[in-house]
């Protein structure tokens, strides 16, 4: 089983500033074939559900802010947020869906300093 | 506009069962794969099962497997979870999912969730 691992488990940034958050999977979730990272970023506010922000590990879903940007292949992957708003404050979790079980971290917790 | 609202979620006693339902809308039922995702209180996200958009395959976690069984009735655009067997690590919001495509990807639309809380 693929076990995935974020960083940190919370983070406290300033309005205006970047925020950063690590993601990295056990092994490889490049498929060679498509050269596609099956790896997704969701953002998910107190008693809603996730919301999809990226996929492919660097696509941003339709209607999500460019301040949200994903990088990262092979086995280490970041979510980045380019200046904070006050509505980023949320638990973020990186997926991978390369093999199931599918798996996802366990979540980074980001509020405003 | 693309719909999930699961139903079915209560109490149950260890041991016991219990059906979620998933009702889909909004878009062509059998052309997804639809994922089952838990989430236990103030806990993070737990992949649990998915089937295809025929039914004819059906995959699931080694936490559920053998446990729970996941199905669709794509004449009535509506998705299943039963659980048997229930344990108190089973409490959790469950949610229903949509792939954003076919085979593997990521999970595009979410329903609002059931709470499905086991104990005695």
């Known amino acids: 089983d693929i076990v995935v691992t974020q960083s940190p ?6 309005l205006g500033e ?63 947020i380019s200046s904070l708003q006050a509505e980023d ?14 798996s996802f971290g366990q979540g980074t917790k980001l509020e405003i300093k | 506009e693309v719909q999930l609202v699961e139903s079915g979620g209560g109490l149950v006693q260890p041991g016991g069962s219990l059906r979620l339902s998933c009702a ?10 639809i994922h089952w995702v838990r989430q ?19 995959d699931y976690a080694d936490s559920v497997k053998g446990r729970f ?7 009535q655009n509506t998705l299943y ?3 048997n ?7 959790a919001v469950y949610y229903c999912a949509r792939a954003y495509g076919s085979g593997s990807s990521a999970l595009k639309f979410w329903g609002q969730g059931a709470l499905v809380t086991v104990s005695s």
């Open chain 1, 9 to 14: 488990d919370s983070l406290a940034v300033s």
């Open chain 1, 18 to 80: 970047r925020a950063t958050i690590n993601c990295k999977s056990s092994r490889s979730v490049l498929y060679s074939s498509n050269n596609n990272n099956y790896l997704a970023w969701y953002q998910q506010k107190p008693r809603q559900p996730p919301k999809l922000l990226i996929y492919w590990a660097s696509t941003r879903e339709s209607g999500v802010p460019d301040r949200f940007s994903g990088s990262g292949s092979g086995t280490d992957f970041t979510l980045t």
């Open chain 1, 89 to 102: 404050v949320a638990v973020y979790y990186c997926h991978q869906y390369y093999t199931t079980p599918y």
């Open chain 2, 24 to 33: 889909a809308s909004g878009f062509t039922f059998s052309s997804y794969w």
């Open chain 2, 40 to 58: 236990a209180p103030g806990k993070g996200l737990v992949w649990v099962s998915r089937i295809n958009g025929d039914g004819t395959f059906t």
């Open chain 2, 69 to 75: 069984t996941i199905s669709r009735d794509n004449t």
């Open chain 2, 81 to 83: 979870l039963q659980m």
């Open chain 2, 85 to 91: 067997s229930l344990r108190a690590e089973d409490t």
